[in-house]
C-alpha cells in the first residue's frame, strides 16, 4: 500500500529527496510520517505532516529535513539536507489511509528505504 523510494549512498553534507506513494484503495489519507531505524536502535519519528499541513520535526533534524505531501498523487516527501553519518540508517515511510468512506483510518508502513552518509 505504500512503497517508498529515494534512499542510497551519499556523502556527509549531502542531500537526498525520499518519495513514498500510496496506492491501492484510496478515499482519504490523514497523517503522513517518516520514521528511521538506525543499526542496533529503536525506530524513532523523524517528521509528520498533517491532513491540514501542518508539520513537526524531531529536533536532531529540524532545519535540515522538509517533508511535504502531495495529496492529488497520495504522496509524502523528505528531502535530507546537509547529512550526517548519524543520519544512516532505513528511512519508513507511515500513514494514517481509509479506504472507503464508510471506515476509519488504518495505518500504514512502507517497505523502507536505506540511507548510508559515509565519505
Known amino acids: 500500500q505504500l512503497q517508498a523510494s529515494g534512499g542510497g549512498l551519499v556523502q556527509p553534507g549531502g542531500s537526498l529527496r525520499l518519495s513514498c506513494a500510496a496506492s491501492g484503495s484510496i478515499f482519504s489519507i490523514g497523517d503522513m510520517a517518516w520514521y528511521r531505524q538506525a543499526p542496533g536502535k529503536q525506530r524513532e519519528l523523524v517528521a509528520i505532516i498533517r491532513s491540514g499541513g501542518s508539520t513537526n520535526y524531531a529536533d536532531s533534524v529540524k532545519a535540515r529535513f522538509t517533508i511535504s505531501r502531495d495529496n492529488a498523487k497520495n504522496s509524502v516527501y523528505l528531502q535530507v539536507n546537509s547529512l550526517k553519518a548519524e543520519d544512516t540508517a532505513v528511512y519508513y515511510c507511515?500513514?494514517?489511509?481509509?479506504?472507503?468512506?464508510?471506515?476509519?483510518?488504518?495505518?500504514?508502513w512502507g517497505q523502507g528505504t536505506l540511507v548510508t552518509v559515509s565519505s
Open positions: 507511515n500513514a494514517d489511509i481509509r479506504n472507503v468512506a464508510w471506515t476509519g483510518y488504518t495505518n500504514y
